[in-house]
């Protein structure tokens, strides 16, 4: 069967992700003043700000692992990042996102793989669609850093959990993509870095192949649940299947 589309991961496929305690606990001046500067003072030290921010916000990513849910910002910032705090009344739609994108963005370090754009150059030229399908929050960070990449222009389906409601490994996610590219699943296919999100949602979900591409960075997770059609260290390795 021939392959129509090519729908890829975002943090850690198309650009390395890591992230430290050292690096998040040092932004804590920073978030500080600017919660403060969104009219949000909690009167919390910085050293008791980092404890709440990382224990808060374990605490939403777990639940959002365990139910595939995704909740807009607002509803994470009012229902877990400041609940019990009379300041949550302050959070609006337009804060909550500001917020969440300075964590999805500071938090994690990110550096793109320089051979993606010639990729996604060859995989176009064979005239396949290509798409993203992407666990996030937030909804402006994965398109500002696909402009700030310089690849936005390759991208059909774009499809983030925070806008769809819904997270991979969820098959529904996968093939709400495929719908948008008017495909079926089985004329698509996945990479990722993730098995437990991206390998086992793509296969569930129909696609005709899903590939793991390596990104070096322990998320403390379980990383199980279906095998990869191959795995690859650079995204050119791709090019040798399509």
Not at 29 to 54: Q, R, V
Not at 91 to 117: G, K
Not at 162 to 183: N, T
Request: hydrophobic share 40%; with cysteine; proline share 5%.
């Amino acid at each position: 069967m021939a392959i129509r589309a090519i729908f890829f991961d975002m943090g850690g496929t198309l650009e390395r992700v890591w992230s430290t305690p050292d690096l998040r606990q040092q932004l804590m001046p920073e978030m500080n003043l600017y919660l403060k500067s969104l009219g949000i003072n909690l009167n919390l030290n910085n050293d008791e700000l980092f404890a709440l921010i990382d224990n808060r916000y374990r605490k939403y990513h777990q639940w959002s692992i365990e139910t595939m849910n995704e909740l807009k910002p607002a509803r994470v910032w009012k229902e877990y990042m400041l609940i019990g705090f009379p300041e949550s009344s302050k959070i609006t739609d337009q804060i909550a996102e500001e917020l969440m994108y300075f964590i999805e963005d500071r938090f994690y370090f990110r550096e793109f793989r320089p051979e993606v754009p010639a990729v996604l150059e060859a995989i176009s030229k064979k005239h396949l669609k290509i798409g993203l399908i992407s666990n996030i929050c937030c909804r402006k960070l994965v398109p500002a850093n696909l402009k700030k990449y310089g690849i936005s222009a390759y991208f059909g389906p774009i499809v983030l959990s925070s806008e769809f409601g819904r997270r991979k490994p969820d098959p529904a996610i996968f093939a709400h993509a495929a719908q948008l590219a008017r495909l079926r699943t089985a004329d698509c296919i996945y990479v990722g870095d993730r098995i437990a999100r991206d390998i086992l949602g793509a296969k569930s979900a129909g696609f005709s192949e899903a590939y793991q591409i390596i990104n070096d960075y322990d998320h403390g997770e379980d990383d199980i649940g279906a095998e990869p059609d191959g795995i690859f260290n650079q995204m050119t390795e791709l090019l040798d299947r399509i």
